[in-house]
């Protein structure tokens, strides 16, 4: 089983369109795939389900071993694709590892699922926590979504400080562009030199554009919804190359 996770420490930059295509696109190469929401915002869920949202379930019967996490899942939202939705509740997420668990507890909540998954994605919350830290831990690899911006370029860059005082695993990071405006000169200039201003190359650059808005309206992911847009064959970009970080290497 492999984990990888979608993070930024800003939000609204499109990290959850980006987890939840990257999970129907591996659903459908036939991994048998897993996303969990664990921002409180709930945003996956109407990605998947449009008006009539996935309803999560709260988290304390599962933390205090009490019920298994099998319970939390909704099988086959697609075919191959599970989900756990959030619940308001997960805003004390962080807090209620640490009291229950302690360090280890998110790989140790993932751990049964191991013998029927293929591909855990997480969708986290843009915070800096413990629960941040655990993922970050746990993950093989983490998703990164960059606007071409000096502010989100800076956000990046902290970041990577953070992984590394924590000593977390740098390597672990990978940036690709989001929301990309390419009729603004500062946009352009950035994705030219990606490797330059990021520190290595980004996977993708998918665009600001109204398609990827139309996810929430519709409820479905962009593949089912617009897979000839250029922002679905950008997500295909990102897909190729994670399936490269995690398989071919």
Request: aromatic residues 8%; contains cysteine; proline residues 6%.
């Given at each position: 089983?492999?984990?990888?996770?979608?993070?930024?420490?800003?939000?609204?930059?499109?990290k959850?369109?980006?987890?939840?295509?990257?999970?129907?696109?591996?659903?459908?190469?036939?991994?048998?795939?897993?996303?969990?929401?664990?921002?409180?915002?709930?945003?996956?869920?109407?990605?998947?389900?449009?008006?009539?949202?996935v309803?999560?379930?709260?988290?304390?019967k599962?933390?205090?071993?009490k019920?298994?996490?099998?319970?939390?899942?909704?099988?086959?939202?697609?075919?191959?694709?599970?989900?756990?939705?959030a619940?308001?509740?997960?805003?004390?997420?962080?807090?209620?590892?640490?009291?229950e668990?302690?360090g280890s507890?998110?790989?140790?909540?993932?751990?049964?699922?191991?013998?029927?998954t293929?591909?855990?994605?997480?969708?986290?919350?843009?915070?800096?926590?413990r629960?941040?830290?655990?993922v970050?831990?746990?993950?093989?690899?983490?998703?990164?979504?960059?606007?071409?911006?000096?502010?989100?370029?800076n956000?990046?860059?902290?970041?990577?400080?953070?992984?590394?005082?924590?000593?977390?695993?740098?390597?672990?990071?990978?940036p690709?562009?989001?929301?990309?405006?390419?009729?603004?000169?500062?946009?352009r200039?950035?994705?030219?030199?990606?490797?330059?201003?990021?520190?290595?190359?980004?996977?993708?650059?998918?665009?600001y554009?109204?398609?990827?808005?139309?996810?929430?309206?519709?409820?479905?992911?962009?593949?089912?919804?617009?897979?000839?847009?250029?922002?679905?064959?950008?997500?295909?970009?990102?897909?190729?190359?994670?399936?490269?970080?995690?398989?071919?290497?």
């Amino acid at each position: 089983m492999r984990i990888i996770a979608f993070y930024s420490p800003k939000g609204g930059v499109g990290k959850t369109a980006a987890a939840v295509n990257t999970a129907y696109l591996a659903s459908r190469d036939n991994l048998r795939t897993l996303l969990w929401d664990l921002d409180p915002q709930g945003a996956s869920s109407f990605y998947l389900a449009g008006a009539e949202p996935v309803k999560g379930r709260k988290l304390s019967k599962l933390l205090e071993g009490k019920s298994p996490i099998a319970r939390f899942i909704h099988e086959d939202v697609y075919p191959n694709l599970d989900f756990i939705p959030a619940h308001s509740s997960f805003r004390n997420f962080d807090i209620k590892l640490e009291q229950e668990h302690g360090g280890s507890a998110l790989k140790d909540l993932l751990a049964p699922l191991s013998e029927d998954t293929s591909l855990v994605i997480l969708d986290c919350p843009p915070t800096l926590s413990r629960l941040t830290e655990q993922v970050l831990d746990v993950a093989d690899m983490v998703y990164v979504p960059v606007v071409p911006t000096w502010l989100s370029l800076n956000s990046w860059d902290q970041l990577k400080q953070f992984v590394k005082d924590k000593k977390l695993g740098v390597k672990k990071l990978r940036p690709f562009f989001s929301m990309v405006d390419r009729r603004k000169n500062l946009h352009r200039d950035v994705l030219a030199r990606d490797a330059e201003k990021l520190g290595l190359p980004a996977l993708a650059a998918v665009p600001y554009a109204s398609a990827v808005e139309r996810m929430g309206e519709e409820g479905q992911p962009l593949e089912v919804l617009a897979p000839g847009s250029l922002a679905a064959g950008e997500f295909r970009k990102l897909w190729s190359g994670i399936k490269t970080d995690l398989w071919s290497r």
